[in-house]
């Protein structure tokens, strides 16, 4: 009888809910339901599980080409009048920091973590030649740096994006993460060996001077993703040939896994810009010409065929497999093998974000095409 007696009294609508937090003292206006309520899924059980691609739809899937969201509110969701500010957020427009399948690459960036203690055979490090542990720890000392500023770029961007992208937000978020394994995995190497950490690097350049001084996400994005982490890229994927043991071998093979899914997001988001703001075509242009200079000129330590810097002369044994003089010249030959390589990855990127005209219309650096004909 007592549960008969509350049904009576309990309220039934929105509108007596309300009446009955106001006379007992709750706040349940929050109850309302929105235009959302019983939308279904029809991907919960695919393989992979679930997505968030799979969840976002209706108003959550809707993303501005512009927004005035500065109150860190979740994208679809309803606003709160009294929210505080925030955000300044620079990046408050869609082709901004946009791209196609943002959340793809950020699911598969966590489905592909890794650690550095357990996944990488440390067992299999064993006593080298001098020169060769010299070598790999003067590039693990190189890479460090490296990766280092690879995570202190896009990181200083994610709190300047507005949550209504958040895709592109929580994929840089993904690979501040990644970039943090690879320092402290390049870090473990110079260590583990008992070599240690050799010399810091002198260009200006790799510290990050030009990657960090871009003031728009495009520029910066182009600079990092597609030009710094495309070279450094194929210089992992040589990992085969610069390793000695399996734990140097997983070193090299987990980073360029890490590494493609970081330079695909850089090429997907310059694909999503040319396509939809041709208004920022020339100064994209711009960005790519100064890339390309930096290219011919290869006086980077990404470029592995340059002579003159602790790294490069670290790469240049690892490949020759000495430092005797003809082990030198073999890896001077491997070294400018993996350069044409960068070259031809390059062009191919750019190709596919839709900006290939540049190589057939005489806009790209000469010198380009020298390492692809070698
Ligand atoms: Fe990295
Ligand atoms: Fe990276």
């Known amino acids: 009888m007592a549960t008969e007696a509350k049904k009576k009294t309990a309220p039934s609508t929105f509108e007596e809910l309300l009446e009955y937090g106001k006379t007992n003292g709750y706040k349940l206006d929050w109850l309302q339901q929105r235009e959302t309520f019983g939308t279904e899924l029809d991907s919960a059980d695919k393989s992979g599980g679930l997505l968030l691609q799979d969840v976002d739809s209706g108003p959550f899937a809707d993303v501005p080409e512009w927004t005035n969201n500065v109150t860190g509110r979740p994208r679809g969701a309803m606003t709160r009048p009294s929210a505080a500010r925030i955000g300044k957020y620079a990046i408050r427009t869609k082709a901004d920091v946009w791209l196609k399948n943002g959340a793809q690459l950020y699911e598969e960036a966590v489905q592909r973590q890794w650690s550095s203690a357990v996944d990488v055979p440390w067992e299999t490090l064993e006593e080298l030649p001098d020169d060769i542990e010299r070598a790999e720890c003067q590039l693990a000392t190189f890479l460090t740096e490296v990766e ?56 200006a350049a790799l510290s990050g001077a030009s990657i960090d001084s871009a003031r728009d996400f495009t520029e910066m994005s182009a600079r990092l993703h597609i030009s710094g982490e495309g070279l450094v890229l194929s210089i992992f994927r040589m990992g085969e040939r610069m390793a000695y043991n399996d734990a140097e071998k997983a070193i090299y093979r987990l980073a360029a896994s890490d590494e493609s899914r970081h ?53 240049t044994a690892l490949l020759g497999g000495g430092t005797d003089e003809a082990s030198l010249r073999e890896g001077e030959q491997i070294a400018a093998a993996v350069r044409q390589r960068q070259v031809k990855e390059y ?10 005209d540049r190589f057939t219309n005489g806009r790209a650096a000469a010198g380009l095409s020298d390492y692809v004909a070698a």
């Open 263 to 315: 330079v695909a997001f850089g090429v997907m988001h310059l694909q999503y810009v040319a396509q939809t703001d041709a208004e920022r075509t020339e100064e994209i242009h711009s960005y790519l010409d100064e890339i390309e200079l930096g290219l011919v000129a290869g006086t980077g330590g990404q470029n592995p065929a340059v002579r003159g810097t602790p790294s490069n002369a670290a790469i």
């Open 148 to 203: 280092f500023v690879a995570g202190d770029v896009p990181g200083r961007w994610i709190s300047e994006t507005s949550p209504d992208y958040y895709e592109p937000r929580m994929f840089l978020i993904s690979q501040i993460m990644d970039e943090a394994r690879h320092a402290d995995v390049f870090r473990k190497r110079a260590l583990a060996n008992g070599g240690g950490l050799l010399r810091q690097t002198s260009s």
């Open 347 to 356: 062009i191919q990127r750019i190709k596919v974000a839709g900006l290939g």
